[in-house]
């Protein structure tokens, strides 16, 4: 099956080609499902695969990209959201949301509009890959641009 027909990784696609004609999607022969596999998959650092976390809020949700070597920190993402109650979204959530499964959840390409903090660590790096609607599918895409196509805001959002 391919797997660039699939809507998630077709929204994606639609994503990153209005934003930048040359930007695709890598469609890999193993699973880029955790950090690990992705970094594995592609021969890279596991701190430039960008993790797309959604975090839920009293009455809202925002997606937070972290390092894959980097863990989310709950307290300074709270102090940022000068929120107090501040959670991982369920499965549930991030599917309705975000429009992607969890593994295969993509910066860009959602269903709803979502406030995107980005980890300021990702800038260490020359080239990043984050999800693109399916565990077997990546993007490639530079830390300004990530930051353009996003519209996210850089933050020290890790420990």
Known sequence: MNLLNKEPVKRVEKSLKEFDP??????LNSSARTAME??????CEVGA?????????????????????????????KKILNKKNVSMASADDVKYITGYTIGGVSPVGHLNKIDTLIDNTLDRFDCLYAA???PNCVFKINFKDLKSITNGSIEDITE
Do not use: C, M, P
């Not at 949700?61 to 307290?75: C, E, H, P, Q, Y």
């Open 22 to 27: 040359s930007l695709n999607v890598i469609v």
């Open 38 to 43: 992705a970094a594995s998959s592609l021969g």
């Open 49 to 77: 695969i960008v993790k797309s976390l959604l975090f839920k809020t009293e009455n809202t949700f925002t997606l937070n990209l972290v390092a894959g070597d980097r863990k989310a920190s709950l307290n300074k993402i």
């Open 132 to 134: 693109a609607g399916h």
